[in-house]
């Protein structure tokens, strides 16, 4: 009865008749199929707003419209439903914890091969003749991708280099704030542990001139960076041609 006051109120089925003293409502046999049609529609659980279109209309390309999109709501419901379902079982399953679980953390020597792998992937762009846009946002993400990793398992050396990289990065795009700035921290990492920097050249040039020795201030178009010989890379096992 709920539901065809609801109908009634919504203009989808109107009753024949009410009585007035009672409220009753009554029904035709011509209705009957209208009713039945509505019961069938709200069984495939479509919204009431359809079903009035449906019921309004003659024309099978808006019947078809009507059902195709409510085809597609239910398709994209049901996906969500499997995914939820999904993800329910491994928790009734006890495969994993109900209270959460936190990222696997990357053991020492992944960090450290990432950290090489990156850096090295740096120089290479560097070095690049007719870098595209999105090479020089390679190599500005794979140098700060590898400052981050020897952040993480790295001395201070190892981070003093990777911060050099990074403003030598900058200063190549021109990026002159952002050279200078990691090129001031670099001198602070290497006036912080001068034991630790003895095998590297940059070092010592580093706490004589300050953080100018990045090349800082250097802007596409301007002479090519000068090569010099082998160094280490961060890691200290694998070398690099490395500029001054």
């Known amino acids: ?23 009753y409502r009554s029904y035709s ?8 049609t509505i019961r069938r529609l709200r069984r495939l659980d479509l919204p009431l707003d359809d079903i009035a279109t449906l019921l309004a209309t003659d024309d099978p390309t808006v019947v078809r419209r009507v059902l195709v999109e409510h085809q597609k709501r239910t398709a994209w419901r049901s996906a969500q439903l499997n995914m ?9 399953d006890g495969k994993e914890s109900v209270m959460g679980t936190q990222a696997e953390a990357l053991d020492t020597e992944t960090q450290r091969r990432l950290g090489v792998d990156l850096f090295n992937k ?3 762009l560097m070095e690049k003749a007719d870098r595209t846009q999105d090479d020089e946002d390679e190599m500005i993400h ?11 398992v790295g001395t201070q050396a190892n981070r003093a280099r990777s911060e050099w990289q990074c ?9 002159v704030d952002e ?6 921290r670099c001198l602070e990492l290497v006036e912080g ?18 953080a100018r020795s990045h090349g800082c201030g250097r802007r596409r178009g301007d002479p090519p960076l000068r090569r010099a010989r082998s160094r280490r890379d961060p890691r200290g096992s694998r070398t690099r041609t490395t500029g001054p």
């Open 179 to 184: 050279a200078l700035r990691h090129a001031r």
């Open 193 to 210: 542990a001068p034991e630790d920097m003895k095998d590297w050249g940059p070092a010592g040039r580093l706490r004589g001139s300050g």
């Open 167 to 175: 403003s030598r990065v900058h200063a190549i795009l021109g990026h």
């Open 1 to 23: 009865m709920k539901a065809l006051r609801h109908y009634d109120e919504v203009g989808i089925l109107r009753p024949a008749t009410v009585d007035p003293q009672t409220g």
């Open 122 to 124: 740096t120089w290479t």
């Open 29 to 36: 046999s011509a209705q009957v199929g209208q009713a039945e």
């Open 84 to 92: 939820i379902l999904q993800g329910l079982q491994p928790l009734i």
């Open 142 to 152: 794979c140098a700060h991708a590898s400052a981050y990793h020897w952040m993480q």
